[in-house]
């Protein structure tokens, strides 16, 4: 898979994940829904000894690398508005 996240469309930055199939052809793209989701009714990880997922703001000029332990490292970029952005996250 090769992933696109954030962008911008000419107006605003993008906060969209989306993933291109190379495992066959055509290659296809799909969109990605990578918001927080809560645990399953009765499945015990509603407590907060579990920290609870962050999607990254929508974003421009971003830089990702993977890493060889397979987390795929998201970094900086810019807001809507052009502002530098400090944060890092993975993506396991």
């Given at each position: 898979f090769l992933l696109v996240l954030g962008g911008n469309d000419g107006q605003r930055a993008l906060g969209d994940v989306w993933a291109l199939d190379t495992s066959q052809k055509p290659y296809r793209w799909m969109r990605v829904d990578h918001g927080p989701r809560p645990p399953p009714s009765?499945?015990?990880?509603?407590?907060?000894?579990?920290?609870?997922?962050?999607?990254?703001?929508?974003?421009?000029?971003?830089?990702?690398?993977?890493?060889?332990?397979?987390?795929?490292?998201?970094?900086?970029?810019?807001?809507?508005?052009?502002?530098?952005?400090?944060e890092a996250y993975g993506l396991a």
């Open positions: 009765g499945s015990g990880l509603g407590d907060d000894s579990a920290p609870t997922p962050v999607e990254p703001s929508a974003r421009m000029y971003a830089s990702t690398a993977s890493r060889s332990d397979g987390l795929l490292l998201l970094c900086g970029g810019r807001d809507g508005n052009g502002k530098a952005l400090g």
